[in-house]
Nanobody, 119 residues
């Protein structure tokens, strides 16, 4: 069984920064692919960024240059550093994981954490 436990989130002003963490608890080795998603009220869920075990990354255009996804394989932890935050970044953020190279499909999800950016 695999469990993803998120921390971080909260309220921040426009232009501020926030870091999200996602700890992976697994009986075997950690996932090959990990990602961050977000969903704002009334909008579809968006894949914000993903990262493979070899640290190759992909970002949504809406966050390129502002967000950085990273992972510490030794600690089985995923991070999302969010800088220059905008009100439109307000959403519920969730981490996800899969035991295969990133292909947009995920088997395990974190509990979600709210990020609210005020103007």
């Amino acid at each position: 069984q695999v469990q993803l436990v998120q921390s971080g989130g909260g309220s921040v002003q426009t232009g501020g920064s926030r870091r999200l963490s996602c700890a992976v608890f697994a009986y075997t080795y950690g996932p090959d692919c990990m990602a961050w998603f977000r969903q704002a009220p009334g909008k579809e869920r968006e894949e914000v960024a993903s990262i493979d075990r070899d640290a190759s990354t992909r970002y949504a255009d809406s966050v390129k240059g502002r967000f950085t996804i990273s992972r510490d394989n030794a600690k089985n932890t995923l991070y999302l550093q969010m800088n220059s935050l905008k009100p439109e970044d307000t959403a519920m953020y969730s981490c996800a994981a899969a035991y295969r190279w990133c292909n947009g499909e995920y088997d395990y999800w974190g509990q979600g954490t709210q990020v609210t950016v005020s103007s």
